[in-house]
């Protein structure tokens, strides 16, 4: 079965410094989605891109953040200075033809942790 | 409350029972969407009802959707200890465009003792 995979699953870093959450969507899907989810709160939004732009960010997705797809599979999140506030689960998501009006699949997840 | 929000917080039932989980909202929506989450792991999409949809099965569950009173309902039926896990409805809004964010609720943690 398909499914949306994630690298790496835990990411420590120093605060201030740049990371890059990786993602592989399934590969016909046209919609790909950045989600986090701080330790016991709600999974939040953070950007959606389409047609290789991003479509809606949330007010969580400021300068620190940006979103690239490289090549035909790739999907990426870099913050740029980290920030203790940013420790969290993020979550890749995909989705075909309908947007979110079809079933979205999700990442197992990168745990980041900046220290 | 805020959009997407699901009572209760928290369930515990024994193996064979029903649960039942509902979900509140308050704008208008595209659908409706329920996740579970195992501990510290990834969402899994677990059911889409459309607004237009009233009820939808899959397997053991069953969603309700009533969009006068803005709210669903997920039911698993004849539960097991793996069913454990927390459960998340989440909305996708009516929106022009194509891509649409979700709104997630803080979940429902349900506990399937054997």
């Known amino acids: 079965e398909p499914e949306v995979t994630q690298t790496p699953s835990h990411q420590v870093t120093q605060m201030g410094q740049e990371v890059i959450l990786r993602c592989v969507p399934i590969?016909?899907?046209?919609?790909f989605y950045w989600y986090r989810q701080i330790l016991g709160q709600k999974v939040e939004f953070l950007v959606s891109?389409?047609?290789?732009?991003?479509?809606?960010k949330s007010e969580i997705f400021d300068d620190q953040f940006s979103v690239e797809r490289p090549d035909g599979s790739n999907f990426t999140l870099k913050i740029r200075s980290t920030k203790l506030e940013d420790s969290a689960m993020y979550f890749c998501?995909?989705?075909?033809?309908?947007?979110?009006?079809?079933?979205?699949?999700f990442g197992q997840g990168t745990r980041l942790t900046v220290v | 409350s805020q959009q997407g929000e699901e009572d209760p917080q928290a369930l515990s039932i024994q193996e064979g029972e029903n649960a039942t989980m509902n979900c509140s909202y308050k704008t208008s929506i595209n659908n409706l969407q329920w996740y579970r989450q195992n501990s510290g792991r990834g969402l899994v999409h677990l059911i889409l009802?459309?607004?237009?949809?009233r009820e939808k099965h899959s397997g053991r569950l069953r969603v309700t959707l009533d969009t006068s009173k803005k709210s669903s309902s997920l039911l698993i039926t004849a539960s097991r200890a793996a069913d454990t896990a927390s459960y998340f409805c989440?909305?996708?809004?009516?929106?022009?465009?194509?891509?649409?964010?979700?709104?997630f609720g803080s979940g429902t943690q349900l506990t399937v003792l054997p």
């Open positions: 989440a909305t996708a809004p009516i929106s022009s465009g194509s891509a649409r964010q979700l709104t």
């Open positions: 891109f389409y047609n290789n732009e991003i479509s809606e």
């Open positions: 009802i459309r607004s237009n949809e």
């Open positions: 590969s016909n899907h046209l919609y």
């Open positions: 998501a995909s989705s075909g033809a309908g947007g979110f009006g079809t079933e979205a699949f």
